[in-house]
């Protein structure tokens, strides 16, 4: 059996590999090993494809940049998108998912201080997820939306 490793960059690494029976095959000059690797990829065996990876989730946006990304998703309007970065005043959408939060223990009060006023908005609370919920937004969606506005 031969095994083969790729390096972060997807090429194959010239390494020792160990098979079944626990002796090594190394990586020598006559290219014993390499010619293993070639007699492997003739049975019709393919090298992994190197792992594809998104780019990072922000930890969390600015208030600005959660206002023009909403806006710019159609949930909000553009006016909206201004009043609320601006003076605090919260969009309609907004208003409508914070009337589905429990009134208890100061929840909707507490989401709704958070939303006029924070300055930042962390991808990983709770209330984040809850209030995408409530605006159509799955987890995925919510990630999508927060990597969009971080560029802005």
């Known amino acids: 059996m031969y095994a083969k490793i790729n390096g972060p960059d997807g090429r194959l690494l010239p390494i020792i590999v160990r098979v079944a029976d626990n002796t090594a095959i190394p990586s020598d000059p006559s ?32 208030d600005r940049q959660f206002a023009q990304a909403l806006a710019l998703a159609g949930t909000i309007t553009e006016a909206e998108a201004l009043a609320w970065a601006a003076r605090g005043e919260l969009p309609q959408a907004m208003e409508d998912a914070l009337d589905h939060i429990p009134d208890t223990n100061g929840q909707r009060f507490g989401a709704r ?7 930042t908005y962390e991808r990983r609370l709770p209330l984040t997820e809850q209030l995408g919920a409530l605006l159509g937004y799955d987890a995925a969606a919510l990630d999508a939306l927060w990597i969009r506005a971080a560029t802005l």
Request: glycine share 6%; hydrophobic share 50%.
């Open 31 to 62: 290219n014993n090993d390499w010619q293993a690797y070639e007699a492997w990829i003739a049975e019709g065996n393919a090298p992994a494809e190197p792992e594809a990876h998104g780019p990072a989730i922000p930890a969390s946006i600015s």
């Open 113 to 119: 201080m958070m939303l006029a006023a924070a300055t």
